[in-house]
């Protein structure tokens, strides 16, 4: 198991800290019949921030999922980043999905870039070209893997803590998207896809695709 951070995430502290307080305050002078929303708002607040720990599964190949969430893509295309054909296979996230992202293979960083851009629904096509993204691409005991975070409608911050040159292992956390959002993964054409769109994928747990020699 790889997990180096509490059961809510670090970045939703200040937020937590926050609808707790209020929660505190109203209840405190209101009692229930003023403080209920505001136990919803910090339910839903600690439900998104939330970050279990996930058991890394031991099978030979395996490209494992980055992030929570429902399979809408699952094609073959251009990979803009690293510049060749691909498989990709894209996860959307929706507010009730834990929104750690978890490396998908072993490997090391051989390229970032970042890209402003818009917000539309993450849900969309389109999203993967217009959208605010950040894009990571590893190499993977010779293999290439570009893992893409997108933006949604209603996010607004994508973090990636991975730099050049880290070395990560499957399931090791590297980035978070604050609410609605995807993930896009896109691997060479040799890649065998074990999932197709409309299924519900957990992060490290799931396995998207076998790629040959893979560690």
């Not at 670090?10 to 307080?21: D, Q, T």
């Not at 305050?25 to 708002?41: C, E, K, L, N, Y």
């Not at 995807?182 to 197709?196: H, I, K, S």
Request: proline share 6%; hydrophobic share 45%; aromatic share 12%.
């Amino acid at each position: 198991m790889n997990y180096p951070h509490p059961i809510i995430a670090k970045e939703g502290w200040p937020h937590v800290a926050i609808a707790g307080f209020i929660l505190f305050v109203v209840h405190s002078t209101g009692g229930w019949a003023w403080s209920w929303p505001f136990w919803i708002i910090f339910a839903f607040v600690l439900q998104f921030f939330r970050d279990p720990g996930r058991l890394v599964p031991v099978v030979k190949d395996a490209v494992l999922s980055p992030a929570d969430g429902r399979i809408i893509i699952v094609e073959k295309t251009f990979d803009p980043y690293a510049r060749r054909d691909a498989l990709k296979i894209s996860v959307f996230m929706n507010v009730f999905n834990v929104h750690s992202n978890r490396a998908a293979v072993n490997g090391t960083i051989k390229q970032i870039e970042y890209f402003p851009g818009k917000f539309v629904n993450a849900d969309l096509d389109k999203a993967s070209t217009e959208n605010e993204r950040n894009a990571v691409v590893f190499d993977a005991n010779g293999h290439t893997v570009t893992l893409v975070q997108v933006a949604g409608l209603i996010a607004r911050r994508i973090l990636c803590y991975a730099h050049l040159g880290d070395k990560l292992k499957k399931g090791q956390r590297y980035g978070f998207i604050r609410f609605g959002s995807r993930v896009d993964v896109y691997l060479p054409l040799e890649a065998e896809p074990m999932v197709t769109v409309g299924d519900k994928v957990s992060a490290t747990t799931t396995i998207l695709a076998k790629l040959p020699g893979l560690d």
